[in-house]
């Protein structure tokens, strides 16, 4: 199950008939040759856990009365491209299902496959329909009401069905209620339908016979990550250490690096928004396992900020840099003046952000750490047959549905997970949930911006978008006193010869005007007024001016560099208004001009203007998403 696929493309996974379980190299340790079946890339298969099978199992009776004897075999789910959770369900060596997180209902749904049909076919005792006077090649055909021969069950219009014709067999769509199907004219959408191909049906399986069946398999990934670590750190005078989230990532990634080093000091950021479970879990691990840990806290660090940046988005993620990078930056500066080398459990399967991350990486807005990244091509199943084989304690929210554990109300999380977060944690979830509604009723929002999960975007994906289309909804802001930016004119000639740009910018005035002087002298020198309150900036490619009501106007020679001195100069402004005082741009500064007070301060004699700090900067990265 190689890591290098596209999403939807169809790739090779095995499995042993004889042990009933997935096998993740070429061949079992029973010495029995793997069968090879298909599944969508890129083939992260993870084993359903806990609550997460029993979720499957009741899907499956609560549709066709029965879970085909699954209780006892190990299940295994393959992410596959969606807007919330979408699972393949492996079982058998088959996919049998697709399981998908409705965002429209709030609730899942499934949908067989051919081998799930078949699975099923005999025992169920609901949602199981059979046809006739159709041939030729049917599968994607509706099948009208007078074609069919027989219902069992009572289903309401979208279930899915059991499909039966002569000796065929596959799954369905009902377009309409069960009680309706005689009537309509197109009753029953055809997803498949073949002859029944005899599948094989894998004995009773459990964790341990999938770790033994991978041994081999897992203690070789073993040896080749610790042989990386151990080929960096040779010679190298850093500390070594490890990020210990909670998560099953980097637990694995422990694992390995203590095969290499015996006493790994370890990092955890406390965001202020963990689960209670990953704070007990980390600090229980610690202490049963006698590690030394250096916690960073960040306190109310979001709460003090999600006022004036709003709530975060998959694609504009503030809090990462306020409430983790910012922190774990200045507990290394203090706990690791030299630095550190740090083992994280970084995987390229986890985000298109991380698909092309190599062994060593280095983060711009933690400059005083180098992360090592040993587990980075292993997929899910690899990760927990490796903690299983281990005998490594993980976080009990794997056991309760959690596919990923990060912070509790994190955009990124899917909207499953969070209506998970409300059942187990009602406290947790009513706070932001409040706080969602809050905004939304502030800014003349709909109810289907918290309801439906809106606010996870900042930019709507294309079903989101055809949602929103389809109720005819709007999500611009109402009196929005947020970040915005008003070109008057762009970069055209002057009469004077030269170009200039000229705008309006209006950002929340968190601090007194003079902070934008320190801001701007990262750009070029500076000269203030505090009478007039006007800030102007030279450098060798022009030269700009910042009045306190928000006007910015620039001049340059060149169109060319118009816009980019434009562009710095107004991130400076929001710099110095919205900064978060994590002081990552601080420790960035190799000239140690930076002092963080209630804002960045910025020492002239110096400050060169390299710009590294603005590259480091929260405010900077995300300025496209602010304006």
Not at 300 to 326: E, I, M, Q, S, Y
Request: proline fraction near 4%; hydrophobic fraction near 35%.
């Amino acid at each position: 199950m190689a890591s290098n696929y596209a999403a939807n493309e169809k790739v090779d996974a095995r499995w042993c008939d004889r042990c009933g379980t997935l096998i993740m190299g070429r061949e079992c340790s029973c010495g029995s040759e793997a069968r090879t079946f298909r599944i969508n890339g890129p083939g992260d298969i993870r084993p359903a856990m806990g609550e997460g099978k029993d979720l499957i199992l009741d899907l499956l009776r609560r549709n066709f009365g029965t879970d085909g004897g699954l209780g006892d075999r190990m299940l295994f789910l393959n992410k596959v491209p969606g807007e919330d959770r979408t699972d393949e369900v492996i079982a058998h060596g088959a996919v049998i299902a697709v399981v998908r997180f409705e965002v429209e209902t709030n609730d899942f749904s499934i949908e067989l496959r051919q081998a799930g049909a078949e699975l099923l076919m005999n025992d169920a005792t609901t949602n199981v329909v059979a046809f006739g006077n159709m041939s030729g090649h049917l599968k994607g055909k509706t099948v009208p009401g007078e074609n069919i021969r027989s219902v069992k069950g009572q289903f309401p219009a979208g279930a899915p069905l059991i499909l039966l014709k002569g000796t065929k067999v596959g799954p369905g769509i009902a377009l309409v209620g069960s009680d309706d199907l005689a009537h309509a004219e197109r009753a029953v959408k055809i997803k498949d339908l073949n002859n029944v191909s005899g599948m094989v049906l894998s004995p009773a399986s459990d964790r341990n016979r999938f770790v033994e069946s991978n041994r081999k398999h897992l203690k070789g990934l073993e040896r080749t990550a610790a042989s990386e670590i151990q080929e960096f750190i040779r010679g190298r005078k850093e500390p070594v250490t490890a990020s210990f989230s909670g998560g099953k990532d980097s637990l694995a990634a422990l694992g390995v690096l203590l095969t290499v080093k015996r006493d790994p000091e370890l990092l955890f950021v406390d965001t202020g928004l963990e689960f209670p479970e990953t704070i007990g879990y980390v600090d229980g691990f610690v202490r049963k396992n006698r590690f030394r840990l250096h916690k960073a806290k960040a306190g109310d660090a979001f709460w003090r900020n999600v006022d004036t940046f709003g709530p975060p988005a998959k694609d504009f993620r503030w809090c990462c840099k306020v409430c983790k990078l910012g922190p774990i930056t200045d507990m290394i500066s203090r706990d690791f003046p030299r630095g550190t080398i740090t083992v994280e459990g970084n995987r390229v399967l986890e985000s298109f952000a991380r698909s092309k991350i190599g062994f060593v990486s280095k983060s711009p807005f933690v400059p005083n750490q180098i992360a090592l990244n040993p587990v980075r091509t292993w997929t899910s199943s690899e990760i927990w047959g490796y903690i299983w084989m281990k005998g490594l304690e993980y976080n009990p929210l794997y056991e309760r549905d959690f596919e990923r554990i990060g912070c509790y109300l994190c955009a990124s999380c899917l909207s499953s997970e969070w209506r998970n977060t409300g059942r187990i944690h009602p406290d947790l979830y009513g706070r932001w949930e409040d706080y969602l509604k809050g905004y939304a009723r502030d800014r003349g929002l709909p109810e289907e911006f918290v309801d439906m999960g809106f606010w996870r975007w900042k930019v709507l994906p294309p079903k989101m978008v055809r949602i929103a289309e389809e109720r005819e909804l709007t999500f611009q802001p109402k009196g929005s006193n947020g970040p915005a930016l008003k070109i008057l004119k762009g970069a055209t000639s002057c009469a004077a010869g030269g170009f200039s740009m000229d705008a309006v910018v209006t950002v929340p005035r968190n601090r007194d005007f003079s902070s934008v002087e320190d801001a701007l002298r990262t750009v070029g020198e500076v000269r203030y007024s505090e009478e007039f309150e006007i800030a102007l900036v030279k450098t060798r490619t022009g030269t700009a001016k910042i009045f306190g009501g928000g006007q910015v106007s620039v001049v340059s020679k060149w169109q060319k560099d118009a816009e980019p001195l434009f562009e710095r100069t107004v991130k400076a402004l929001f710099r110095a208004q919205m900064c978060t005082s994590c002081g990552i741009c601080a420790k960035r500064c190799a000239r140690h001009a930076i002092r963080i007070d209630n804002g960045l301060h910025v020492d002239p004699r110096k400050c060169n203007s390299c710009g590294r700090c603005e590259d480091s900067c929260m405010v900077s990265h995300y300025y496209d998403k602010l304006v």
